[in-house]
């Protein structure tokens, strides 16, 4: 059992010290902001260590000087989540010290018992998250924005920047970006996961760039999965455009040249599990093949928070122009489109609202996007002109 002060000049500096020091399975036991001419936050946390197999009466007894007698002496300070202490029996009224008690077996035992009971203490108090180390009044803001499935790290820095809740929407505003308008000609490359909808979204904004009065192209590189080509065939006989079908780089470079008359050329790819080191291989080819391409990620919003970032540290090896979020009407939470926006710093493209062709899709601003995270409303077009110049 460690235990340990750090002082920082506010609750997420010295957050960043507990982590680097402790770890990540740290727990906060106490936090005070200090008054004064020099005003910082001190934090109290402490981190557990395997007794069984790690800890052995010879260890410890060759630790004693070396850090145990200060620990198990520690009076932890006072939660702000119990209002109670943590006290340590060991540090008893005759003044014994803990090395001489290390001298026999008993004051092991004792001592192990004594961080046992801490150890399950602090156990208890991980799921508390940061919460332990908020003010009341920011403390009510991360609720706020965790219910709204904001991860807890943005939900800190949001709650330390909200004097109260209805500051939150321009503050979130501020956060996330939105696509500009684009060149009038150009490759959109559409990537994601299995089962996000690529192709029902190129169908989409296909039509919409159509209705724009631009004119449009389709690759489909999706041979991988059966009746990909057969999806995309319908919707490009139904709209009135060209398709091809590329099975390999050379067949792609091939219809680019074809259709280099055209204004917008998407390419539809096969879906499949990001942490496929070859998939992502096959599309860092594509994206290096010498002609301007705009690559969107798409990922549906019913998904995993957890899924969605993991899936985003393999893609990202690929150049990310924009993201954008599919199946919207089937989530139930938005906050994941303020964590991918502002953990890897890029702009929202479009969201899709279900499977009608070519309604379902809006091109929001980031205002919209707000109400969309804090309040559940799916906001409507705006106007502003989406990537690819196809809002």
Known sequence: MKIKKFQAKNFREALTLVKREMGDDA???????????????????????????????????AQAGQGVHTIVNTHAAETNLTGQYLHNSSNSSNGSSCSNGLNGSGGIAEMKRELESLKKTIEDMKDKGYEVTLPEKKRKIFR???????????????????????????????????????????????????????????????????????????????????GAIEQIRIYSKIMGVPLDIASDLEELKESRSKYADRDIIFIDTTGRNPKDETYIDELRLICDLGFSIETHLLMSANSDD?????????????????????????AIK????????????????????????????????????????????????????????VA
């Open 306 to 330: 957890d899924f969605m970032v993991e899936s985003y540290k393999h893609y990202r090896r690929l150049p990310i122009d924009c993201i954008a979020f599919t199946k919207v009407d089937e």
């Open 144 to 226: 706020y924005l965790k219910k709204r499935s904001i991860r807890e790290d943005l939900a800190l820095k949001l709650s330390e920047r909200a004097a109260n809740v209805k500051e939150l929407p321009d503050l979130i505003s501020m956060d996330i970006k939105t696509c500009g308008a684009g060149n009038d000609k150009k490759v959109i490359i559409l990537i994601g996961p299995t089962g996000v909808g690529k192709t029902t979204t190129i169908a989409k904004l296909s039509a919409r760039a159509i209705k724009d009065g631009k004119r449009v192209a389709l690759i489909n590189l999706d041979t991988y999965r059966i």
């Open 27 to 61: 727990v906060i036991l106490s936090s005070e902001e200090q008054k004064g001419i020099r005003p910082c936050v001190e934090v109290t946390a402490a981190v557990d260590y395997e007794l069984d197999g790690g800890y052995t009466s010879k260890t410890l007894s």
């Open 334 to 389: 938005f906050g994941s489109i303020y964590n991918l926006s502002t953990l890897y710093q890029k702009p929202i493209a479009y969201i899709t609202t279900g499977q009608r062709v070519p309604d379902d899709i809006e091109f929001p601003n980031s205002e919209g996007l707000v109400d969309l995270i804090l309040k559940g409303e799916v906001p409507e077009s705006q106007d502003f002109a989406g990537c690819g110049g």
